[in-house]
């Protein structure tokens, strides 16, 4: 009988061993994780703040007692795994204690950076990744605690934590070190459209203020001090500026790690048998061929069926890693496709905007290299795969369907040329 | 038993017939900013040779057999009918994070106006368990649009099943 470990369970640890599940019914399944609760999905723990889902939605899977009886799984909770050796297989813990294996798959997921700065431990700065962080803040906004608040981190869960605060009605300030908004991934002719709506609903913004250290003042309040010496006063300061992969307890194992551990289309490490998954991984970019974690639920779910049936004998592989960031907040929507750090000055440049559409994209002689676009959620399926099949194949054409899709959504002539497709009438 | 949607181009007209079954069916309310599930292109594409192809498409869910919206949602709303084979939804807890729109080749998912939750087709599935056809196929003249059971797909030798197409399209490797 075979004998499977998963080291960390969300996303990326469910789904393989849903999956590992499905190929082998009799295989021993031991799941170890660092909480006694079943897997939920950091995305959602803004809209759980807010109110938009209540808290059980944050789990998707359903109960923990539920995944375990269904899945025949055992689950060791609050064990975490403190170190590994992999060519022996062999998952070592706290307690001194060992247990081996004929396949792991690490999907131990990433935390959010608190960066070690004067002020940061100071009551009212948070974090916002996991359930019990969106507990807290939910907690504190009912209770009405917070009358004006601070986010530091134009990111993806930044922009989401402002928006939290939109629905409470209380004011607030985005700051960001870069020189723009969403600056991995946004051109910054897209940037400066959406600090201008956010301005319009209210939201202050500044950028290029890298934080110093945080004080408190006599009556309470905390003031972010910038590294220019500029100060931001609230009740309340979030701290969204991104995420570290939740590798350290492989340092010196031997696996192949950069931020993550890199992995190969079957989700396999540089050693027989041990395999990782999610935001702990870092998997074949398909557009620029180096690894990259690219850490978005779908990636993780994927990535964590792929391991699930390669370690009980089903080959299976990830494909279409391409980056992608979706940003919906506040009834706008932004999407980024590719690496917007490939473009340059010499690159051709299509832009058109009318009262639905913002693109900018921009290509090579060797391809298509990074499209921005805002107002087109409805549409981004059919956008990135057009770009993921012009990344595969620069002659590509586009499907007639996906043509007079784009078309009939209003999309310009001009932008359905550069995916890859003819005009149309 | 698996069902499959079957889309003959040859006979298509986009009449919008299939439209219409769909909007009746689905009370899909038009002037309150509601999209159809279904929807009909008609388009003239200029062809290398100079001539013209005239694209006549009824489209909707392809229902894919490994449908990507399911493993997109982050909410879990996505789920495949283990009787019908039709990707249906249970609304309760979308987020409109329009998640499942990105992970969709086919542009599938409609978004309600009214609360911006994702609504889409679900190929009529409480009609088909009941023996009945989607209201789509139902309004068809031209039998363009059908929807049989996978054994029936397979004696057809028919090549034409939309769950198939994202095979056809490339969009995998494997």
Redesign the interface.
Known sequence: MKKIAIIGFGGAGY?AAKEARRVDPTATIDVYSDTNIGPY?P??TT?YVKG???YE?MF??GSLEQIVRDLNLNFFANKPVTGLDPAAKLLKFGDGTTAQYDKILISTGACAVMPPLKGIDLPGVFKMRTAQDAVALKDALDKGEIKSALVIGASWVGIKVVEDMVAYGVPCTLVDGAKWMFYVAAFEETAKRAQKDLERKGVTVACEQMLDHIEQEDNGQLTAVMQNGRRFTADSIAVCIGVRMNVGFLKDSGLEINRGILVDETMRTNYDGIYAAGDCCEAMDTQCKIHRNIGV??NA??QG?VAGANMAGEHM?F??NVL?N?A?YLDY?F?SIGDISTCGPDDDVYEYEDETYYIRAVRSANGIKCINVIGS??????I??AF??AVENAD?DL???????L???GFPDGFIDFLGG???? | MKHIFVFDQDKCSACSACMMGCMDQNDIDLAAGDQCYR?T?D????LADGST?C?Y?S?ACMHCTDA?CI??????CLSKDPETGFTVYDNT?C?????C???????A???RASDGKMVKCDGCNERVKHGLQPACVCACSFGALTCVTEDEYKASGSSKGCNFLLEQ??????
Not at chain 1, 399 to 405: A, E, K
């Open positions: 789904q999905n995305m959602l809209y938009a889902i209540p939605a998707p899977f639920w779908l779910n994927k069926k592989e494909d279409a992608v979706l919906h929507d999407i959620a409805d549409s981004n399926g059919l990135k795969n993921v099949k590509a499907d007639i369907q996906t043509r007079c899709f078309q009939k959504k003819k005009s149309v009438d | 929807q292109f388009n003239e594409i200029p192809y694209a498409i489209a990507p493993t997109a949602c982050p909410v879990g807890n987020i409109g994070c329009k998640s729109a990105m992970a969709c080749p086919f542009g998912p409609r978004y399209l490339a969009l995998k490797k494997k």
